[in-house]
Protein backbone atom coordinates (compact mmCIF):
# COMPACT_ATOMS: atom_id res chain seq x y z
CA UNK A 1 0.00 0.00 0.00
CA UNK A 2 1.40 2.88 -1.49
CA UNK A 3 0.95 5.82 1.23
CA UNK A 4 2.86 8.39 -0.56
CA UNK A 5 2.13 8.64 -4.07
CA UNK A 6 3.64 10.88 -6.80
CA UNK A 7 2.00 9.23 -10.05
CA UNK A 8 3.57 11.08 -12.95
CA UNK A 9 7.43 9.20 -13.28
CA UNK A 10 8.74 11.85 -15.99
CA UNK A 11 8.15 15.32 -16.52
CA UNK A 12 10.07 17.77 -19.64
CA UNK A 13 10.00 21.56 -18.47
CA UNK A 14 11.65 24.23 -20.92
CA UNK A 15 14.09 26.20 -19.52
CA UNK A 16 13.40 29.03 -17.56
CA UNK A 17 9.06 28.06 -17.36
CA UNK A 18 7.85 26.81 -14.05
CA UNK A 19 8.39 23.14 -13.12
CA UNK A 20 5.34 21.84 -11.06
CA UNK A 21 5.45 18.42 -9.17
CA UNK A 22 2.77 16.69 -7.46
CA UNK A 23 2.65 14.42 -4.20
CA UNK A 24 -0.63 13.22 -3.05
CA UNK A 25 -0.95 11.20 0.05
CA UNK A 26 -2.98 8.71 1.66
CA UNK A 27 -2.46 8.73 5.89
CA UNK A 28 -4.10 11.85 7.48
CA UNK A 29 -1.62 11.03 10.26
CA UNK A 30 1.22 12.60 8.46
CA UNK A 31 2.18 16.17 9.83
CA UNK A 32 5.56 17.34 7.72
CA UNK A 33 6.68 16.82 4.41
CA UNK A 34 9.80 16.89 2.98
CA UNK A 35 11.08 17.11 -0.75
CA UNK A 36 14.56 15.75 -1.92
CA UNK A 37 16.75 15.92 -5.19
CA UNK A 38 18.55 12.90 -6.05
CA UNK A 39 21.23 13.17 -9.32
CA UNK A 40 22.67 9.95 -10.92
CA UNK A 41 25.21 7.88 -8.83
CA UNK A 42 24.23 10.08 -5.49
CA UNK A 43 22.38 10.21 -2.90
CA UNK A 44 19.37 12.02 -2.18
CA UNK A 45 19.97 15.93 -0.68
CA UNK A 46 16.96 17.85 0.62
CA UNK A 47 15.80 20.74 -0.90
CA UNK A 48 12.27 22.15 0.96
CA UNK A 49 10.15 21.08 3.80
CA UNK A 50 6.69 22.36 5.35
CA UNK A 51 4.75 21.43 8.19
CA UNK A 52 1.14 20.75 7.92
CA UNK A 53 0.27 24.08 10.18
CA UNK A 54 1.11 26.54 6.92
CA UNK A 55 0.01 25.89 3.47
CA UNK A 56 3.27 27.24 1.49
CA UNK A 57 6.76 27.67 2.04
CA UNK A 58 9.09 29.22 0.20
CA UNK A 59 13.03 28.89 -0.35
CA UNK A 60 14.61 30.86 -3.59
CA UNK A 61 13.70 29.56 -6.77
CA UNK A 62 11.57 26.46 -4.72
CA UNK A 63 7.98 26.39 -3.54
CA UNK A 64 6.19 23.71 -1.58
CA UNK A 65 2.25 23.88 -1.14
CA UNK A 66 0.29 21.69 1.12
CA UNK A 67 -3.74 21.27 0.36
CA UNK A 68 -4.30 19.32 3.61
CA UNK A 69 -7.94 18.71 2.91
CA UNK A 70 -6.72 17.40 -0.57
CA UNK A 71 -4.32 15.54 1.05
CA UNK A 72 -1.68 16.91 -1.97
CA UNK A 73 1.65 18.25 -1.92
CA UNK A 74 3.53 19.99 -4.78
CA UNK A 75 6.88 21.27 -5.57
CA UNK A 76 7.00 24.85 -8.07
CA UNK A 77 10.57 25.56 -9.44
CA UNK A 78 10.43 29.28 -10.93
CA UNK A 79 12.05 29.51 -13.25
CA UNK A 80 13.69 26.48 -13.76
CA UNK A 81 17.21 26.10 -14.87
CA UNK A 82 19.34 22.84 -16.42
CA UNK A 83 20.62 22.11 -13.02
CA UNK A 84 17.63 21.10 -11.63
CA UNK A 85 17.41 17.94 -13.88
CA UNK A 86 17.02 15.49 -11.40
CA UNK A 87 14.64 13.00 -10.32
CA UNK A 88 12.59 14.63 -7.13
CA UNK A 89 11.21 12.20 -4.04
CA UNK A 90 8.74 13.87 -1.68
CA UNK A 91 8.36 12.31 1.63
CA UNK A 92 6.20 12.41 4.58
CA UNK A 93 6.56 11.93 8.41
CA UNK A 94 4.14 11.45 11.13
CA UNK A 95 5.45 14.89 12.96
CA UNK A 96 8.08 16.99 12.84
CA UNK A 97 11.07 15.58 14.47
CA UNK A 98 9.87 11.64 13.58
CA UNK A 99 13.00 10.34 11.91
CA UNK A 100 10.45 7.71 9.64
CA UNK A 101 10.11 8.92 6.64
CA UNK A 102 7.88 7.92 3.69
CA UNK A 103 8.57 8.42 0.46
CA UNK A 104 7.18 8.69 -2.85
CA UNK A 105 8.34 6.87 -5.89
CA UNK A 106 9.34 9.55 -7.43
CA UNK A 107 9.52 12.18 -10.81
CA UNK A 108 12.59 12.41 -13.08
CA UNK A 109 12.36 15.96 -14.34
CA UNK A 110 14.10 16.80 -17.21
CA UNK A 111 14.75 20.71 -18.22
CA UNK A 112 14.96 21.52 -21.54
CA UNK A 113 17.61 24.10 -22.81
CA UNK B 1 33.34 17.58 6.73
CA UNK B 2 32.67 13.94 4.67
CA UNK B 3 29.21 13.77 6.04
CA UNK B 4 27.70 10.32 5.69
CA UNK B 5 29.96 7.61 4.27
CA UNK B 6 28.95 4.16 3.07
CA UNK B 7 31.46 1.57 1.40
CA UNK B 8 31.56 -0.09 -0.59
CA UNK B 9 29.84 1.67 -3.78
CA UNK B 10 29.31 -1.80 -5.74
CA UNK B 11 28.85 -5.55 -4.58
CA UNK B 12 28.10 -8.70 -6.50
CA UNK B 13 27.24 -11.36 -3.57
CA UNK B 14 26.57 -15.26 -4.48
CA UNK B 15 23.04 -16.31 -3.55
CA UNK B 16 23.81 -17.30 0.27
CA UNK B 17 26.67 -15.03 0.89
CA UNK B 18 26.77 -13.08 3.66
CA UNK B 19 28.17 -9.31 3.68
CA UNK B 20 28.25 -6.24 5.82
CA UNK B 21 27.61 -2.97 3.96
CA UNK B 22 28.70 -0.09 6.01
CA UNK B 23 27.86 3.53 7.24
CA UNK B 24 29.47 6.17 9.04
CA UNK B 25 28.68 9.98 10.27
CA UNK B 26 30.77 12.59 11.51
CA UNK B 27 28.11 15.29 12.44
CA UNK B 28 27.52 13.89 16.07
CA UNK B 29 23.81 12.83 14.97
CA UNK B 30 21.58 10.86 17.18
CA UNK B 31 19.47 9.42 14.19
CA UNK B 32 20.74 6.93 11.21
CA UNK B 33 18.39 4.82 8.88
CA UNK B 34 18.85 2.29 6.19
CA UNK B 35 17.15 2.62 3.12
CA UNK B 36 16.80 0.76 -0.47
CA UNK B 37 15.97 1.82 -3.47
CA UNK B 38 13.98 -0.03 -6.17
CA UNK B 39 12.76 0.94 -9.63
CA UNK B 40 9.10 2.13 -9.35
CA UNK B 41 9.26 1.59 -5.34
CA UNK B 42 10.79 4.87 -3.94
CA UNK B 43 13.20 4.55 -1.03
CA UNK B 44 11.49 2.06 1.68
CA UNK B 45 13.09 1.77 5.16
CA UNK B 46 14.82 -1.23 6.18
CA UNK B 47 15.81 -0.21 9.55
CA UNK B 48 16.58 2.83 11.96
CA UNK B 49 18.35 3.48 15.13
CA UNK B 50 17.51 6.66 17.92
CA UNK B 51 20.71 6.30 19.13
CA UNK B 52 23.86 4.20 20.30
CA UNK B 53 22.62 0.42 21.09
CA UNK B 54 18.52 1.48 19.73
CA UNK B 55 17.44 -0.14 16.93
CA UNK B 56 14.03 -0.41 15.36
CA UNK B 57 12.62 -2.22 12.40
CA UNK B 58 11.55 -0.51 9.37
CA UNK B 59 9.12 -1.43 6.48
CA UNK B 60 11.31 -4.15 4.96
CA UNK B 61 13.56 -5.61 7.73
CA UNK B 62 13.25 -9.03 6.67
CA UNK B 63 16.87 -10.47 6.05
CA UNK B 64 18.04 -7.90 7.55
CA UNK B 65 20.05 -7.01 11.03
CA UNK B 66 21.97 -3.80 12.22
CA UNK B 67 23.68 -2.77 15.71
CA UNK B 68 24.22 0.76 16.68
CA UNK B 69 27.74 0.19 19.10
CA UNK B 70 29.13 3.66 18.46
CA UNK B 71 27.10 7.32 17.69
CA UNK B 72 29.17 7.21 14.31
CA UNK B 73 28.80 4.24 12.79
CA UNK B 74 25.51 1.74 11.74
CA UNK B 75 26.64 -1.67 9.45
CA UNK B 76 24.12 -3.22 7.56
CA UNK B 77 23.98 -7.03 7.46
CA UNK B 78 22.79 -9.16 5.11
CA UNK B 79 22.29 -12.69 6.33
CA UNK B 80 22.11 -14.64 3.47
CA UNK B 81 22.02 -12.81 0.33
CA UNK B 82 18.64 -13.41 -2.37
CA UNK B 83 18.21 -12.14 -5.69
CA UNK B 84 15.18 -10.20 -4.19
CA UNK B 85 18.04 -7.71 -1.91
CA UNK B 86 19.32 -6.88 -5.08
CA UNK B 87 18.93 -3.09 -5.09
CA UNK B 88 20.60 0.33 -4.17
CA UNK B 89 20.91 0.75 -0.66
CA UNK B 90 21.07 4.51 1.18
CA UNK B 91 22.58 5.32 4.73
CA UNK B 92 20.79 8.56 6.46
CA UNK B 93 21.30 10.46 9.25
CA UNK B 94 19.67 13.17 11.08
CA UNK B 95 19.35 15.41 13.94
CA UNK B 96 16.86 14.48 16.33
CA UNK B 97 15.00 17.59 15.78
CA UNK B 98 14.24 17.67 12.16
CA UNK B 99 13.36 15.04 9.82
CA UNK B 100 15.64 16.75 7.40
CA UNK B 101 17.81 13.39 6.22
CA UNK B 102 21.27 13.62 5.26
CA UNK B 103 22.30 10.60 2.74
CA UNK B 104 25.34 8.85 1.51
CA UNK B 105 26.46 8.09 -2.30
CA UNK B 106 24.57 4.76 -1.83
CA UNK B 107 25.99 1.04 -2.31
CA UNK B 108 24.55 -0.60 -5.75
CA UNK B 109 24.41 -4.66 -4.89
CA UNK B 110 23.80 -7.27 -7.15
CA UNK B 111 22.72 -10.39 -5.82
CA UNK B 112 23.61 -13.77 -8.70
Known amino acids: DQQVKQNSPSLSVQEGRISILNCDYTNSMFDYFLWYKKYPAEGPTFLISISSIKDKNEDGRFTVFLNKSAKHLSLHIVPSQPGDSAVYFCAAALDFGNEKLTFGTGTRLTIIP | NAGVTQTPKFQVLKTGQSMTLQCAQDMNHEYMSWYRQDPGMGLRLIHYSVGAGITDQGEVPNGYNVSRSTTEDFPLRLLSAAPSQTSVYFC???????????FGQGTRLTVV
Open chain 2, 92 to 102: ASSYGLTAEAF
